[in-house]
């Protein structure tokens, strides 16, 4: 590569007599000593030298707690560089404000008594006004904005719950932290979890977003990465849309719960993972999430409704899926089972992050699921869609059972059942009593809870969070506190109805096989295992498992009201005779059959190493710079 600017160093003073004022000071090298406001050092890097101060604070916001702490991360290399890389652009603003990051002003004097004092920091406008005017020209060299000039919340806003370093004090709050997280912050908080968790979690990612940041998905399980026969998957989805993102942080805060109860043996906890197999993605619109955020002015809680909320395509990802609801709608006697996407929703407009979660869809036997929302405080279930236009009861084969799960949520949630309290704003047609069919609420088409239900089975609903789409940072842990039963409670409840096994006379399992209940023109199918899931209330109800080829059996089946977990009821099928019966599919790990859509052969290919690319991708100039100083780049610099 072409030779690259060498970094400012200081050369005032060597670093042996800059360390010796810092011991004096009360700081060494490992930050001890150093009070919650830290102490008064003078101002002792090159980059930053020619500053209206001459005294910082250690440790400064990246965690360093020396000057050489500083000059030796690949931050303050990237920023002294910086100037020769962008050619002079957006300079002095960057380097004051990196070192407003780097070497803080504590508005106090080097070698005073400790105090107080409260470091300076560059308002929100500020930040968000640099990296709008900036951030192409960092695109141009291929690099990413840096994470560490993002706005982050003060010191006294993250004490009162909204910082990384500060989760809530009581029990429940015990390993989630609440804050408000750019992608880069989310992905090292998931990873985190990921690594906390004794084995119990696996992060991958299920494809890329229009800007190419990674759907990542935290899985817990007693077996992470391995499907286990019988044991139901579940998925939770926040952020499809990306001003709302209270589902975001909730669903960072339940994997780091979950993970931390496990470690100090909570039984609930550990029952649920060595039980069911839960797949969370915070956020299915990271892209629109950066958006937001960057357009959030003042107070957080005074966030546009609107920007953000859809993809960079300007898509709305929650009217981009297959609409399979209008075809049923309008042959209501007609028995279903899961319907293909068709061939023509191919040729119009699909956003990445829909084709991604197709996919996943179709990759899991997902049986539970909830989409996490904003704008109002209750719980839709399907049909989200209506033939009928507004304000029409649209209700599936599985009317009863969605009601059961949506009242499960509510009723676990402070707040969301009391029919007394008042609508959000400009939601005054929201029916109070916490739970609505989506389509007597509002109508629409191309929903992901209509199409998971129709296309593979799952029963998903919509889980609207509260008025506030984008909430300030200080109302997270309570947030947290109100919705934080209702997410354990309404995971837990994929633990009812049946579940079984469809096998063949020599006990392989029978994948493709037909399970219908009597009186519910709804049928589901069998994984390639033979495995199924019905979720179903409290009753009494005559099943039926078919498959071509074979006799069908018929089973009487009683579920008790008290039952505390799902049924088990197999099925053996002999062969009819004089027919050769279709082999049998092996189970997979969780892979549903083959053809039911197109969306992997137009799609992009499944990442599973933590967001990581499995090829070696060419890279920029600069990046051999910073491996002949001895610092490997971060990954997240890389524009891919």
């Not at 010796?20 to 002792?44: H, I, N």
Request: proline share 8%; aromatic share 6%; charged share 25%.
């Amino acid at each position: 590569p072409p030779p690259m600017p060498m970094p400012l160093h200081p050369d005032r003073r060597g670093w042996e007599e800059v360390g010796q004022e810092m011991e004096s000071a009360g700081v060494g090298d490992d930050g001890a000593g150093s009070s919650s406001t830290g102490d008064c050092v003078p101002l002792r890097l090159g980059y930053c030298e020619d500053l209206p101060y001459s005294a910082t604070r250690y440790p400064n916001a990246l965690g360093h707690t020396s000057p050489l702490d500083s000059e030796r991360s690949p931050e303050y290399v990237l920023m002294s560089v910086l100037p020769q890389l962008l050619d002079g652009e957006c300079q002095p603003q960057l380097r004051l404000f990196a070192c407003a990051v780097l070497a803080p002003n504590p508005s106090c004097t080097a070698g005073a008594p400790r105090t107080r004092s409260r470091v300076v920091r560059p308002c929100r406008a500020v930040c968000t006004d640099l990296r709008r005017n900036c951030e192409r020209a960092f695109h141009r060299i291929q690099m990413r904005w840096p994470h560490y000039l993002e706005w982050r919340e003060p010191h006294g806003e993250r004490a009162r719950g909204g910082g990384e370093d500060w989760p809530g004090a009581d029990a429940g709050h015990r390993g989630a932290v609440l804050r408000h997280r750019r992608h880069a912050e989310m992905t090292r908080a998931l990873r985190r979890a990921e690594k906390s968790c004794g084995g119990a979690a696996r992060l991958y990612s299920i494809g890329k977003s229009f800007e190419n940041r990674d759907l990542l998905v935290i899985e817990l399980s007693e077996n992470p990465g391995k499907h286990e026969l019988l044991v139901p998957e579940v998925r939770l989805v926040g952020n499809i849309h990306g001003n709302e993102v209270l589902g975001r942080e909730l669903l960072v805060a339940l994997a780091q719960h979950l993970c931390a109860r496990l470690e100090d043996g909570d039984e609930r906890v550990r029952r649920l993972l060595n039980t069911t197999r839960l797949h969370i993605l915070p956020s299915m619109n990271p892209d629109g999430y950066e958006l937001a955020a960057d357009s959030v002015s003042g107070s957080v809680a005074n966030a546009a409704d609107s920007s953000g909320r859809n993809n960079m395509q300007n898509i709305d990802l929650n009217r981009n899926f297959p609409d399979l609801t209008s075809g049923v709608l309008r042959r209501p006697k007609r028995r279903t089972q899961p319907l293909p996407v068709p061939d023509q929703y191919w040729d119009g407009k699909v956003a990445p992050e829909t084709r991604a979660v197709i996919d996943w869809m179709e990759e899991f036997p997902f049986v539970l699921a909830g989409n996490l929302h904003g704008g109002e405080l209750l719980v839709r279930y399907p049909y989200d869609a209506s033939l009928m236009g507004e304000k029409f009861y649209s209700a599936t084969p599985e009317d009863q059972m969605f009601r059961l799960l949506a009242r499960t949520y509510a009723e676990a949630h402070p707040l969301m059942s009391d029919k007394h309290k008042a609508p959000c704003p400009g939601e005054t047609g929201a029916p109070s009593g916490g739970i609505v069919n989506g389509a007597e609420w509002y109508s629409f088409r191309g929903g992901m809870p209509d199409f998971s239900y129709l296309h593979s089975g799952c029963l998903e609903l919509t889980l609207e969070l509260g008025c506030v789409k984008f909430p300030s940072g200080e109302d997270l842990p309570i947030e947290w506190a109100h919705n934080r039963e209702a997410l354990l409670t309404f995971v837990e409840a994929v633990h009812q109805g049946i579940k079984g096994v469809v096998r063949d006379e020599r006990g392989a399992g029978i994948g493709g096989a037909r399970i219908s209940i009597k009186g519910n023109l709804r049928d589901t199918v069998t994984a390639p295992s033979g495995e199924f899931w019905r979720l179903l209330p409290p009753g009494s109800y005559i099943v039926r498992a078919s498959r071509a080829g074979y006799r069908a059996v018929v089973k009487r089946v009683r579920l008790p009201a008290r039952l505390q977990t799902s049924g088990r009821v197999d099925f053996k099928l002999p062969r009819q005779p004089g027919t050769t019966a279709s082999p049998v599919e092996p189970h997979d790990g969780g892979r549903r059959r083959g053809g039911l859509s197109r969306g992997r052969s137009r799609g992009q290919g499944r990442s599973r190493n933590n967001g990581e690319d499995d090829e070696e991708e060419e890279k920029p100039r600069w990046w051999a710079y910073f491996q002949s100083m001895g610092i490997q780049p971060p990954p997240w610099m890389m524009v891919s």
